[in-house]
């Protein structure tokens, strides 16, 4: 139970694009189109996933037993590096207009300030245990997923819509993510 309370709660409470504020900068760049934003929304919780995962392990066991955890940072960056850079060559190989569509939203996952402070978020914040951390992480990047995919079929219809010339492209878009962040915030009364 207490992981699905956890899982609730990183996907709908505290999201990490809705109530963190982190990976903006991807989340209102590749949300224009649902399919890259899907095909981002999967990069990204491939490499929150698994970085956060390997994250937690090298802080449980290397750094904190060497009293060295003041290198968490460098170290977690590194391991998202080498997570992004697999991930942006498969994408490459086996998907290429994908690829084309993520542009240089791809690599800036490494710079994505919500993988890394995920993968800090469990290992310092919340001193997770190695099963929290996968459930925190997984739950989490699904709720970037989730908000970026939704996010994009909102402003894919409203491309459909007369929206007065004041209001077109970053306007628009920051307002319909205020309104989605109040509905989110509806979910903190269950947890």
């Known amino acids: 139970m207490e992981y699905i309370a956890l899982a609730f709660?990183?996907?709908f409470v505290s999201n990490v694009v809705?109530?963190?504020?982190y990976g903006l900068c991807p989340f209102l760049g590749v949300s224009t189109k649902k399919s890259s934003a899907l095909s981002m929304g999967m990069a990204v919780t491939f490499v929150i996933t698994l970085s956060s995962m390997i994250a937690w392990a090298i802080d449980t066991y290397?750094?904190?037993p060497n009293d060295i955890r003041y290198l968490n940072t460098?170290?977690?960056i590194l391991v998202i590096a080498a997570f992004v850079q697999l991930v942006e060559m498969v994408i490459k190989k086996f998907s290429p207009p994908i690829y084309q569509a993520l542009g240089v939203y791809l690599p800036l996952i490494t710079t994505n300030c919500a993988v890394l402070g995920v993968a800090i978020d469990a290992t310092q914040k919340y001193n997770y245990s190695f099963g929290s951390t996968v459930v925190y992480a997984l739950a989490i990047s699904l709720g970037y997923a989730l908000i970026i995919f939704l996010f994009s079929a909102i402003r894919e219809e409203m491309d459909a819509y007369q929206i007065p010339e004041n209001?077109?492209?970053i306007s628009i878009a920051l307002i319909s993510a205020f309104i989605m962040a109040m509905a989110f915030m509806g979910f903190g009364g269950m947890v």
Not at 18 to 21: P, Y
Request: proline residues 0%; aromatic residues 18%; charged residues 5%.
């Open 62 to 64: 290397i750094l904190l």
């Open 167 to 169: 209001y077109k492209g």
């Open 9 to 11: 709660s990183a996907i």
């Open 18 to 21: 809705l109530s963190q504020f």
């Open 74 to 76: 460098i170290v977690f």
